[in-house]
DNA sequence: AGACATTTGTACGTATGTATT
DNA sequence: AAATACATACGTACAAATGTC
């Protein structure tokens, strides 16, 4: 791959960033950065470390969400699933 | 049902805004208001027509979609989907 | 009980890009 | 050139549920 854990979102690319951070995480997750049931950082942390808008985080998360590599707690966070589901 | 095609968003509802949409255009195309194959208002008329953002209009759209409701032609417009796909 | 911070859910408005007509 | 229409992104605000103190 060429999408490692401390790329940062290019508004200048051809891809959408919504989809440069789904790219992003995948690779972390991957990479082990975050293991299977464990919280991924909030959304707010998201945006900090990535410098994009709440709302572009969310649309990445609900891809991976749609992809089955992550769940969403409400109120609670964002989780990587299990391979087994 | 209880959602006609005259209905209007009730902001004041637990239903959010968007699910009410959905329901009132999956209950106007019921009803016989776009025929299969034809397309429904813009986004921008959905906006004026009931007085909620243009976000609220494409996450109901989006909604109908998954469902199979409708289906989006890019820079063409929104259709309703013909029963057998 | 109460206050507070955190986190996701929802909605608003606005701006820009791209493709078609 | 202009209007139309969808795609994407920005910022902001408030609600609701959860967890902590």
């Not at 690319?13 to 997750?29: D, F, H, M």
């Not at 470390?49 to 109120?75: K, M």
Request: hydrophobic share 40%; charged share 25%; net charge positive.
């Amino acid at each position: 791959m060429d999408l490692g854990p401390d790329d940062e979102i290019d508004h200048g690319a051809p891809l959408a960033p919504y989809k440069q951070l789904a790219a992003i995480l995948t690779a972390r997750i991957k990479r082990g950065d975050w293991q299977p049931d464990r919280a991924i950082p909030s959304e707010q942390q998201l945006v900090q470390q990535y410098g994009i808008a709440r709302a572009t985080v969310r649309r990445a998360i609900a891809l991976l969400v749609e992809q089955g590599v992550l769940y969403v707690v409400p109120q609670r966070g964002t989780y990587v699933r299990r391979a087994d589901g």
